[in-house]
């Protein structure tokens, strides 16, 4: 297990991508625990309501699984799921553990005037991570450029706002 979470650090630091990974079930089901888990620590150090919890425990897993699928796929490159959809979800834990648990951590423990300029600018910065790593994940799996892959991650980034917006809109 020690060796994957090296290559996940590594495919975040852009040395290693998912064709570094074995086509493996079982890694794939680890590393979407280790996402969702990295998921449930976030949600419990904040006040978030039942439908963000459904959204980032249950669907976001969901969605990005299918968003990699089918991005694969059209692409012509749905033999590599298994190890792309790896590489998204353990680099993405990764990173939730090292970088925006601790921007979350540092943003409560910000005064509420500060919090919510360093909130604003934690949540920029983390689109910006998830676009450049996942977006090199799938530049890499699907043989285009990096220009490509960044712009579907962020196809996906505004995918999860428009659900997001849907979940709210039904709360009211």
């Known amino acids: 297990m020690k060796q994957f979470l090296r290559i996940f650090v590594d495919i975040v630091?852009?040395?290693?991508?998912?064709?570094d990974l074995p086509v493996s079930w079982l890694?794939?089901?680890?590393?979407?625990?280790?996402?969702?888990?990295?998921?449930?620590?976030?949600?419990?150090?904040?006040d978030q309501s039942l439908a963000n919890w459904l959204f980032y425990v249950v669907l976001d897993p969901l969605l990005l699984a299918g968003?990699?699928?089918?991005v694969l796929r059209i692409l012509g490159h749905g033999a590599r799921f298994l190890q792309t959809a790896s590489a998204v979800f353990g680099a993405?834990?990764?990173?939730?553990?090292?970088v925006y648990l601790p921007?979350?951590?540092?943003?409560?423990?910000?005064?509420?005037?500060?919090?919510?300029?360093?909130?604003?600018a934690a949540a920029w910065l983390q689109v910006i991570v998830f676009a450049l790593?996942?977006?090199?994940?799938?530049?890499?799996?699907?043989?285009?450029?990096?220009f490509t892959g960044?712009?579907?991650?962020?196809?996906?980034?505004?995918?999860?706002?428009?659900?997001?917006?849907?979940?709210?809109?039904?709360?009211?």
């Open 13 to 19: 630091l852009w040395r290693r991508g998912p064709q």
């Open 27 to 46: 890694l794939l089901a680890l590393a979407v625990a280790a996402y969702v888990a990295v998921s449930v620590v976030q949600l419990g150090l904040s």
């Open 67 to 70: 968003w990699t699928w089918l």
């Open 92 to 98: 993405n834990a990764v990173l939730g553990f090292l």
């Open 103 to 120: 921007l979350q951590v540092l943003g409560s423990a910000a005064g509420t005037d500060q919090a919510s300029g360093f909130a604003q």
């Open 133 to 146: 790593v996942t977006g090199r994940i799938l530049k890499l799996a699907t043989d285009t450029n990096l």
């Open 150 to 172: 960044i712009m579907l991650s962020i196809t996906y980034v505004v995918l999860v706002i428009m659900v997001l917006a849907q979940l709210r809109g039904a709360g009211d």
